[in-house]
């Protein structure tokens, strides 16, 4: 079944993926819940094993793919070879490769059904004409950056480690419960 999304731009418009609203960064990392992380590794050294960990300590449900690990496990999660092995749905698809692999990537997360609602490529990752894709099939696309730093910055948890978010608020984080503090996309703006 065919699941038709509403495009958020008016017709013809395009993207400025060069900047992307608090609100837009918010709003995708708000609505998904399952993560096909393309491109996983299993060195803890690698960004993607990171980013991963982080993701899942957000409450996220990350799924790792990358071919030459496929049946392992990676931070408890099974490791699939492709996007297409995965035998559930995905909310979105972070990809941990170059920009020119970024391309066919968005192409076999177009052919999914259903659709995820996001395509993410990470930093330095750029496929403008794979976006234009995925945009005209109604999936928001976010290019060269990462959702670790973004939610770390929409929180304002990276301000907790001296680093600007260039977000300014008068208003204390609300802290609940006792130990290591995680904060929310929920806080009060």
């Known amino acids: 079944m065919l699941v038709e999304r509403p495009c958020l731009l008016p017709y013809g418009a395009r993207m400025d993926h060069g900047n992307y609203t608090n609100d837009y960064i918010r709003g995708i990392l708000q609505g998904v819940k399952t993560i096909a992380l393309v491109g996983a590794s299993s060195n803890p050294a690698r960004p ?3 980013v991963m960990k982080y993701l899942l300590e957000r409450g996220y449900d ?14 408890g999660k099974t490791v699939y070879a492709s996007l297409r092995e995965i035998p559930h749905p995905v909310d979105m698809v972070e990809i941990f490769r ?3 692999a970024a391309g066919p990537i968005t192409d076999e997360a177009l052919a999914l059904v259903p659709l995820p609602k996001a395509i ?7 496929n403008d004409a794979a976006a234009a894709r995925a945009e005209a ?3 928001k696309v976010v290019m060269d ?4 730093i973004e939610f770390g910055r929409l929180s304002g948890e990276i301000s907790w480690q001296g680093v600007n978010s260039r977000v300014l608020s ?6 609940a419960g006792k130990g290591f503090q995680k904060l929310s996309l929920d806080r009060p703006r």
């Open 48 to 50: 993607s094993w990171i």
């Open 62 to 75: 990350v799924v790792p793919v990358n071919p030459g690990l496929a049946g392992q496990e990676l931070l």
């Open 98 to 100: 170059n920009s020119e």
């Open 120 to 126: 993410w490529m990470q930093l330095s990752v750029r």
């Open 137 to 139: 099939k109604g999936v």
């Open 145 to 148: 950056r990462c959702p670790k």
């Open 170 to 175: 008068a208003k204390r984080p609300v802290l």
